[in-house]
């Protein structure tokens, strides 16, 4: 199955590289271009892709006001966004993946790598890198009283759910999570799947906005 990819830059250069990029790589496919998140908006309606390779600075509609705007759309329920930018700084990642975004990557990162984190995103596991969790977590430091989820929200999960979802937070993959908990792998996916279906979140980079604004996670929570 082919994974359909809709580039978005205001630098015509940029993404036409892309473009090339995606088109060129065994069972991607690129299927629109937009210059600004406003048409990243109309675009994504349009053509349904699975996974929006969006900018940040970007004029008329920022990327992180575009991806909010493609996530909140219940018509593209399985689109995913990956969020390019030349600017590695802190709001970007909370802004992004706090928006809706799956994921979060430098423009600068090697086209083996962006290409992987396509097919991560695509197949809705999310793309944190232990860097960006690491980011997350000191934002939630610096945040005195997060906004919190409702307990209702947290109330459903089981103990082993919860269990999951602190380990989540913290970074550990599946593989790490099934030796942390002396799990099988098939174990590990359907409690995943099920916090995913619970606490109604996208992916990975979900759940881990849900630990830390519910309050079970927070920056002093020992490992």
Do not use: W
Request: aromatic fraction near 4%; proline fraction near 7%.
């Amino acid at each position: 199955m082919t994974i359909r990819v809709l580039v978005v830059d205001d630098q015509a250069l940029v993404r036409g590289s892309f473009r090339l990029l995606v088109d060129t790589a065994p069972g991607l496919a690129a299927v629109g271009e937009a210059a600004t998140g406003g048409e990243a908006v109309a675009v994504a309606r349009q053509v349904r892709p699975d996974v929006v390779l969006m900018d940040v600075r970007m004029p008329d509609v920022d990327g992180i006001e575009a991806t909010r705007r493609i996530c909140g759309d219940p018509g593209l329920p399985g689109v995913r966004v990956l969020i390019l930018t030349t600017f590695d700084l802190d709001e970007y990642v909370y802004a992004a993946l706090r928006a809706g975004a799956s994921g979060f990557l430098l423009k600068d990162t090697p086209p083996a790598d962006l290409l992987a984190a396509i097919r991560v995103v695509a197949a809705g596991d999310g793309l944190l890198a232990p860097s960006v969790t690491r980011r997350l977590i000191a934002e939630f430091a610096r945040r005195p009283e997060p906004p919190g989820i409702p307990a209702r929200d947290l109330g459903s999960l089981t103990g082993r759910e919860l269990e999951v979802l602190v380990l989540v937070a913290r970074g550990l993959s599946n593989a790490e999570l099934a030796e942390h908990l002396h799990l099988t792998m098939p174990t590990v996916k359907t409690h995943i799947g099920r916090l995913l279906a619970k606490l109604h979140a996208r992916d990975r980079a979900q759940l881990v906005i849900a630990a830390y604004e519910s309050g079970l996670v927070t920056p002093k929570t020992p490992h």
